[in-house]
């Protein structure tokens, strides 16, 4: 997780198609085909090969939105997009 990178918003999305970067809504791309069970979607930033992500929004179908930042922020570690050719 990050600050502000002064980069392109986006949500990152893992659901079952693949991994996604999504904004604004109608503008989707697909940047991985690891498959996830439960639907997740992050906000970030990217900057180049780079993404920032810096909060958590819907994790394994659960809405977190109207928990505390820091607990959200905590779901964002560990979060493996490898295979997406960004870091």
Do not use: M
Not at 7 to 17: P, S, T
Not at 65 to 83: A, F, M, T, V, Y
């Amino acid at each position: 997780f990050t600050l502000k990178a002064d980069g392109e918003r986006k949500l990152l999305v893992l659901n079952a198609d693949g991994i996604w970067l999504n904004y604004p809504e109608h503008l989707a791309s697909l940047i991985g085909t690891k498959k996830f069970d439960q639907n997740s979607v992050y906000d970030c930033e990217v900057v180049g090969n780079q993404i920032f992500i810096f909060d958590c929004l819907l994790k394994d179908n659960e809405d977190i939105r109207n928990k505390p930042h820091l607990q959200r922020l905590s779901e964002c570690r560990d979060l493996d997009i490898s295979g997406t050719g960004y870091t």
